[in-house]
């Protein structure tokens, strides 16, 4: 009788668990994220902070993560992240190099379908950007891309519009000197159950896939054997 209470007691928290992430969000907010190509105190965004909640029904906070420079110097000072481990880690997940290798697959329509299924809200957005690459052409091109790229996603995912919340400028430089400066605030939210939902799909994306190659390999070997009969 014991067992079969603690096994209910565990049933119980699990399905309460499963519940509350299912009518909760997921709040991402960035504040202070500076990088300046001109400044080596930003440059590799040495300066931000970032907290990651859980709400329920986005509104009542029952998880808060906070990450800031202090707390992931911490980390990369300890004995054990600090090893080589560590190291090839950081060599190995380059964000540069994954998204341009990769560059192909992630801009494909079942991805772009998949993003637009996270039905991503974005509640808060301040971007102050200045740009300056070696060609004045490709300034003004690059200027142009974004805010019309910022414009298009800020369109589909605000729900509620203030203008205190939103707001970018986008500055062209036009000197010899490429160099980058981005100030960024803003708070992203998705629902969970989104999140779970998308990754249902890619579940069930990948076992057809997996039945249709195991499928064509079958009739593969059954066409090779009867060759070899009347061969």
Same mark, same amino acid.
């Given at each position: 009788?014991? =067992?079969?209470?603690?096994?209910?007691?565990?049933?119980?928290?699990?399905?309460?668990?499963?519940l509350l992430l299912l009518l909760?969000?997921?709040?991402?907010?960035?504040?202070?994220?500076?990088?300046?190509?001109? %400044?080596?105190?930003?440059?590799?965004?040495?300066?931000?902070?970032?907290?990651?909640?859980?709400?329920l029904f986005d509104k009542i906070?029952?998880?808060?993560?906070?990450?800031?420079?202090?707390?992931?110097?911490?980390? @990369?000072?300890?004995?054990?992240?600090?090893?080589?481990?560590?190291?090839?880690? %950081?060599? !190995?997940?380059?964000?540069?190099?994954?998204?341009? @290798? %990769?560059?192909?697959?992630?801009?494909?329509?079942? %991805?772009?379908?998949?993003?637009?299924?996270?039905?991503?809200?974005?509640?808060?957005?301040?971007?102050?950007?200045?740009?300056?690459?070696? !060609?004045?052409?490709?300034?003004?091109?690059?200027?142009?891309?974004?805010?019309?790229? =910022?414009?298009?996603?800020?369109?589909?995912?605000?729900?509620?519009?203030?203008?205190?919340?939103?707001?970018?400028?986008?500055?062209?430089?036009?000197?010899?000197?490429?160099?980058?400066?981005?100030?960024?605030?803003? =708070?992203?939210?998705?629902?969970?159950?989104?999140?779970?939902?998308?990754?249902?799909?890619?579940?069930?994306?990948?076992?057809?896939?997996?039945?249709?190659?195991?499928?064509?390999?079958?009739?593969?070997?059954?066409?090779?054997?009867?060759?070899?009969?009347?061969?």
């Open positions: 009788m014991v =067992i079969f209470f603690i096994f209910l007691i565990i049933l119980f928290l699990i399905t309460s668990l499963f909760s969000n997921i709040e991402v907010e960035i504040n202070k994220l500076c990088f300046n190509t001109n %400044n080596a105190k930003y440059e590799k965004l040495e300066d931000y902070l970032f907290y990651i909640r859980l709400k906070t029952w998880i808060k993560i906070k990450i800031d420079s202090e707390k992931i110097d911490k980390i @990369k000072r300890s004995k054990v992240l600090k090893s080589k481990i560590f190291e090839k880690l %950081n060599k !190995s997940y380059n964000i540069k190099s994954i998204l341009l @290798k %990769n560059r192909k697959k992630i801009l494909k329509k079942d %991805n772009i379908k998949y993003i637009k299924e996270l039905d991503i809200e974005v509640k808060r957005l301040i971007l102050y950007m200045d740009i300056c690459t070696s !060609s004045s052409i490709f300034t003004s091109f690059a200027v142009v891309a974004i805010a019309t790229i =910022i414009s298009i996603v800020l369109a589909k995912s605000i729900k509620k519009y203030s203008k205190n919340k939103y707001k970018y400028i986008i500055t062209p430089i036009y000197e010899y000197k490429p160099r980058l400066k981005i100030e960024l605030n803003c =708070i992203i939210d998705i629902k969970i159950v989104h999140i779970m939902n998308v990754i249902y799909m890619l579940i069930k994306k990948r076992s057809v896939v997996y039945d249709e190659r195991t499928s064509n390999r079958g009739a593969y070997v059954c066409s090779n054997e009867q060759y070899s009969r009347y061969g």
